[in-house]
């Protein structure tokens, strides 16, 4: 027998975070006021037109039961994307800044998937409110909108186990106290300050006031979103060292960095996936370094560039401090693989996650390990502890699928006139939310002139990319929906 599934608690949830987004709004209509630009009115009415929906949808859920199970777990994180979306990108259309609805849910789905690529042709042109939208959306979007949400729906009487779950990055999740809102609270504290620290330095370091604002709402959400058309090109080796260090802590596992701030820096340093995410982001960074001071004679800027775009394409930031595209092929292939890594669970980044990477080099050398000797019993450990099959399997059923939509996604690219090297780039930078590609789009991540169903297509790979699959494909099993 089916159980009924909980409509009207899922309009209510739904409600409630929309009512989040509508709030967050109020930050660019302010910005829209104070700056006396042209496009307030449409923030005013952007915003209203969230109020009353938001308040529509908790008025379509009341008398709830307050049950939230796997379906409507799922459901509910699948869905708050596109509703975000939907009204996100009333600011883009109404201001006229993208008058096309479909390059208006473009930037709105790259801003809160923290994908970072970007249909506008000249970003440096657009309003504060805007690119403080562009920022914000990516802010929202890098911890999580689940779990901002699981933080304060208590309040509401939701529960938020079901949504965290089902939204959280990487194999699996560890809660710093028994009360799951009370982790997320503690996540988005570090968070907020985490920002807060990067924009005053980048201030510190003469970055502009509003630009520093937005760029640690970039780095700390690893979406790579900037104020100017060449990301980081045009600032000094001061403020790149800052991002790039505030990169490189975004892409470790929130949890991670609770316990270093908390003064128990041991869980940090014995953990293996920090090892392997530190120690890739050092090995390719040393190797672009070579490649560039092979080809060019400053050893001191080849260095800071190698680290600065192994740490920005591993992390899915997609900041660049310097057009790669004009380096040798055999550096932008080596960040074009980079791409599908990503950082550790648990953090900002996109990609498979480096403990993914980890238990799938593992499993396969003990494969090997096992045809050698047919008899023996040989685990694969991870962290000192023997991972269960059940894991194991996880892992390569992730990386199944991941490899397989970049197949399907390259194929439809391709089937739009797009060529094959660059339907790869998409497709790669799509699902692993890194924005930045090779080829014409290359590190200027502008999509502007992508077709209109290739626009389309890659923003539902986004979707697919930051929810890490499962999510989007469970809601097309048969099995979740019976009981």
């Given amino acids: 027998m089916t159980r009924t599934f909980n409509w009207r608690l899922v309009f209510k949830t739904l409600g409630v975070l929309t009512t989040l987004e509508a709030i967050f709004m109020l930050v660019p209509t302010f910005a829209a006021w104070w700056y006396h630009e042209a496009d307030f009115g449409a923030w005013i009415v952007a915003s209203a037109i969230t109020w009353v929906s938001s308040w529509w949808m908790v008025g379509a859920g009341r008398k709830a039961e307050k049950r939230v199970g796997e379906r409507e777990g799922y459901v509910i994180v699948a869905v708050v994307w596109l509703v975000y979306s939907l009204f996100g990108m009333l600011p883009f259309w109404l201001s006229g800044a993208l008058p096309q609805i479909t390059d208006a849910w473009y930037e709105t789905m790259a801003g809160f998937t923290t994908t970072g690529s970007t249909v506008f042709r000249d970003v440096a042109a657009q309003t504060h409110s805007i690119l403080l939208w562009r920022a914000l959306m990516q802010w929202i979007g890098g911890m999580g909108i689940i779990v901002l949400s699981v933080a304060i729906l208590p309040m509401f009487g939701l529960g938020g186990m079901q949504l965290y779950s089902a939204e959280v990055t990487g194999v699996s999740y560890e809660k710093l106290s028994p ?129 600065f775009t192994s740490i920005a394409t591993i992390t899915s930031t997609g900041f660049v401090a310097a057009d790669y595209m004009i380096w040798p092929t055999v550096l932008w292939v080596l960040i074009f693989f980079l791409m599908f890594t990503g950082g550790a669970s648990g953090s900002t980044s996109g990609g498979m996650k480096w403990v993914r990477l980890a238990i799938f080099a593992k499993a ?66 799509m699902i692993g939310n890194v924005g930045v590609s090779i080829g014409q789009w290359g590190s200027s991540g502008c999509y502007a002139a992508l077709p209109a169903v290739a626009k389309w297509a890659a923003t539902f790979v986004m979707l697919i990319g930051r929810l890490e699959i499962f999510t989007i494909l469970l809601l097309f099993s048969r099995s979740l929906w019976k009981k």
């Avoid at 397989?404 to 339907?423: P, R, Y």
Wanted: hydrophobic share 50%; aromatic share 12%.
């Fill in 364 to 429: 396969a050398n003990a494969e090997i390990k096992r045809r050698i000797h047919p008899n023996a019993v040989v685990p694969v450990r991870f962290n000192g502890s023997t991972l269960r099959e059940q894991t194991i399997s996880n892992v390569v059923a992730f990386m199944f699928f991941y490899v397989l939509i970049i197949v399907l996604a390259t194929l439809l690219f391709c089937g739009c006139g797009i060529g094959f090297d660059e339907s790869l780039g998409i497709a790669t930078s």
């Fill in 179 to 307: 009360r799951i809102a009370d982790t997320a609270k503690h996540m988005w504290i570090t968070y907020i300050a985490l920002t807060i620290a990067e924009g005053l330095l980048l201030w510190l370091c003469g970055m502009g006031g509003f630009d520093a604002i937005c760029y640690s709402m970039a780095t700390i959400s690893t979406g790579g979103f900037a104020t100017h058309n060449d990301s980081l090109m045009s600032y000094g080796p001061a403020i790149q060292w800052i991002v790039m260090v505030f990169m490189l802590l975004s892409g470790i596992n929130f949890t991670q960095l609770i316990y270093l701030f908390r003064g128990k820096p041991q869980r940090l340093i014995h953990d293996e996936e920090t090892h392997w995410y530190l120690g890739a982001c050092l090995a390719a960074g040393i190797l672009l370094a070579v490649g560039l001071l092979i080809y060019t004679n400053g050893m001191l800027s080849s260095i800071r560039i190698g680290l």
